[in-house]
């Protein structure tokens, strides 16, 4: 069986910042049902440089499955498959030996995610946390990544740890969250970890 490279985006140019992404990747797949039996997880920082690794990966490595896992960055257009919303939004092509299932989005950012689990927010900023100024819909897929960003700043305004800060915060909060609100209420999370439980 091949091993699984992960090549996510994230993690910015520094070696803390990027083990801290692996990190929070880690604790957060452990806890989806994946301890034991993980991925290597590459910490790419920007997402054009995950595409450029996954695609050398494609090239060079036949003894390994990459995968890539980058944000939407925008709403994902219903009937759109992941590669579709790519080319239109980054014009980035496919690689001929890419299979669709190799690649997976964060919609339409990581936050997304966190915003999906306002219970460990809650917990982790603690007193002053307005969880009212999260969204509350339950797709939140179709919020868009300004507004995301928009809602945490808003509801950890007064709280003691300071306002949300994607450097000081996003990796520590992923390793904390439940991945059973996120499936839920993400659905291109779902699809990406159903093909992780159903391929490692």
Request: glycine share 6%.
């Amino acid at each position: 069986m091949p091993t699984v490279k992960l090549y996510v985006e994230g993690g910015g140019e520094s070696n803390a910042l990027r083990t801290a992404c692996r990190q929070g990747f880690r604790q957060f797949l452990e806890k989806a049902g994946l301890a034991g039996r993980m991925p290597r997880i590459v910490a790419c920082g920007s997402r054009n440089d995950a595409y450029d690794s996954f695609c050398t990966a494609l090239r060079q490595n036949r003894e390994e499955l990459p995968l890539l896992l980058v944000d939407s960055e925008a709403l994902v257009a219903p009937g759109s498959s992941v590669w579709d919303h790519l080319r239109q939004r980054d014009n980035w092509q496919r690689p001929a030996n890419a299979r669709g299932e190799q690649t997976h989005l964060m919609a339409q950012c990581m936050e997304t995610w966190l915003d999906a689990d306002p219970e460990t927010l809650a917990h982790y900023f603690g007193q002053g946390f307005n969880r009212n100024n999260l969204p509350r819909r339950d797709n939140l897929e179709t919020v868009s990544k300004p507004d995301v960003f928009q809602a945490l700043e808003r509801a950890t305004r007064r709280v003691n740890a300071g306002t949300y800060n994607k450097g000081r915060h996003s990796f520590e909060l992923l390793a904390r969250i439940n991945p059973t609100p996120v499936r839920e209420r993400c659905s291109y999370a779902e699809r990406f970890l159903v093909f992780l439980l159903n391929n490692l």
